[in-house]
T-cell receptor
């Protein structure tokens, strides 16, 4: 069964520093990959996604993630974080195999704490 | 924002009572999902629906049932609530997970329902 591992439960970082949130998934079959962000007391919002094509995907607010098939990873990075980036981040995978139900498997989440 | 509402937003109930949570969408999306969010577990799929009256189990379906009689509504029922079902419940919708349909693939989430079972 597919699984997703987010290697850090909490990542504290100072404002304007770079950050990387790590995500590994288990399956080597064709997958779609997503990063969602959850601000306090809110639902999840899609941050970025990899479906096919270029392995580097970007969001509108400066985050990027790179799909690495050989390492089954989809790490999220930002070169300079802001206080407003403080949130919980979830990596998720959906395999587009025979079931095609669109089910997402989520990682445990990583809390990004940006300090002034 | 996708038009997804959940009701109630907060509920406290006693062990053994039935509870129904409602998810309502105005996007006419075919797929709907119920997740629960617990610390250290991320989100886990409870049940999902791929059309009116078409539902299937997720990874943590024990103790839960669902119904979908209209495209826009997806109900989650706890037949007899237990303390282990204290959680935040999220509904999500998806236009189409099928790559060849060139749908949106991603899921859009509602604001969540915080359920406490005492």
């Amino acid at each position: 069964a597919q699984s997703v591992t987010q290697l850090d439960s909490q990542v504290p970082v100072f404002e304007e520093a770079p950050v990387e949130l790590r995500c590994n998934y288990s399956s080597s079959v064709s997958v779609y990959l997503f990063w969602y962000v959850q601000y306090p007391n809110q639902g999840l919002q899609l941050l970025l996604k990899y479906l096919s094509g270029s392995t580097l995907v970007e969001s509108i607010n400066g985050f990027e993630a790179e799909f690495n098939k050989s390492q089954t990873s989809f790490h999220l990075r930002k070169p300079s974080v802001h206080i407003s980036d403080t949130a919980e981040y979830f990596c998720a995978v959906s395999d587009h195999g025979s079931s095609n139900t669109g089910k997402l498997i989520f990682g445990q989440g990583t809390t990004l704490q940006v300090k002034p | 924002d996708a038009g997804i509402t959940q009701s109630p937003r907060h509920k406290v109930t006693e062990t053994g009572t039935p509870v129904t949570l409602r998810c309502h969408q105005t996007e006419n999306h075919r797929y709907m999902y119920w997740y629960r969010q617990d610390p250290g577990h991320g989100l886990r799929l409870i049940h999902y629906s791929y059309g009116v009256k078409d539902t299937d189990k997720g990874e943590v379906s024990d103790g839960y049932s669902v119904s979908r009689s209209k495209t826009e509504d997806f109900l989650l029922t706890l037949e007899s609530a237990t303390s282990s079902q204290t959680s935040v419940y999220f509904c999500a919708i998806s236009e189409s997970p099928y790559f060849r349909d060139r749908g949106s693939y991603e899921q859009y989430f509602g604001p969540g329902t915080r359920l406490t079972v005492t």
